[in-house]
């Protein structure tokens, strides 16, 4: 069964930082590409980061660039998130995706709140 479970999601202060995992199981990714959206209440999903599956190249939404890293771990079957300077217009809900030329999986989602 293939399944992506988001966890490393909670409340934070501003300046804050924070560390997403999404651990993939029922499928390898290594061969996929990998992604961070997140959604805030009323507002559309939005791209954070992306992990090519090959060289692991990474790119960025505007609004974190400097501030967030996205990384994969292929061994263990995991891709992270690493959240600094936190503001509190990076609460939302955050999912991670897998996507190839065939398929793309969504994880279920962790709420990262900012807040004083």
């Known amino acids: 069964q293939v399944q992506l479970v988001e966890s490393g999601g909670g409340l934070v202060q501003p300046g804050g930082t924070l560390r997403l995992s999404c651990a993939a199981s029922?499928?390898?990714?290594?061969?996929?590409?990998m992604r961070w959206y997140r959604q805030a209440p009323g507002k559309g999903r939005e791209l954070v980061a992306h992990?090519?599956?090959?060289?692991?190249?990474?790119n960025y939404g505007d609004s974190v660039k400097g501030r967030f890293t996205i990384s994969r771990d292929n061994a263990k079957n995991t891709v992270y998130l690493q959240m600094n300077s936190l503001k509190p217009e990076d609460t939302a809900m955050y999912y991670c995706s897998a996507l190839n030329s065939l398929y793309t999986y969504w994880g279920q989602g962790t709420q990262v709140t900012v807040s004083s």
């Open positions: 029922g499928f390898t990714v290594s061969t996929y590409a």
């Open positions: 992990i090519t599956s090959t060289v692991h190249s990474t």
